[in-house]
């Protein structure tokens, strides 16, 4: 059983940084596709930072280029958003979600690539 459970959302003033961490836990792929979607109040959620495991390819929402970075640690199964000089709106429910990927070719930030899905971590600008 697939397990995604993120932390590090809160509250922060305009211009401030939050790094989010996920820690998943059950996934038994050799090669898959981690990222982290985000869903503010009445929008639709989208993918913000997508990543490829192993190898580390990353793609991410045009919007958030040079704001916001995505990372892994494969020894302690964590995922991180690192997210700087956040605006107001950047508020919204974050989440971590996991999919099968063959191959880095496959990374994308589409909602149909990924079956698991974390609680969500809360953060306001």
């Known amino acids: 059983q697939v397990q995604l459970v993120e932390s590090g959302g809160g509250s922060v003033q305009a211009g401030g940084s939050l790094r989010l961490s996920c820690a998943a836990s059950g996934y038994s792929y050799s090669t898959y596709c981690m990222a982290w979607f985000r869903q503010a109040p009445g929008k639709e959620r989208e993918g913000v930072a997508a990543?490829?495991?192993?190898?580390?390819?990353?793609t991410y929402l045009d919007s958030v280029k040079g704001q916001f970075t995505i990372s892994q640690d494969n020894v302690n199964n964590m995922l991180y958003l690192q997210m700087n000089s956040l605006k107001p709106e950047d508020t919204a429910t974050y989440y971590c979600a996991a999919g099968f990927c063959r191959g880095s070719w496959e990374i994308g930030l589409s909602r149909s690539l990924y079956n698991y899905w974390g609680q969500g971590t809360q953060v306001t600008v």
């Open positions: 990543i490829y495991i192993p190898g580390g390819r990353t």
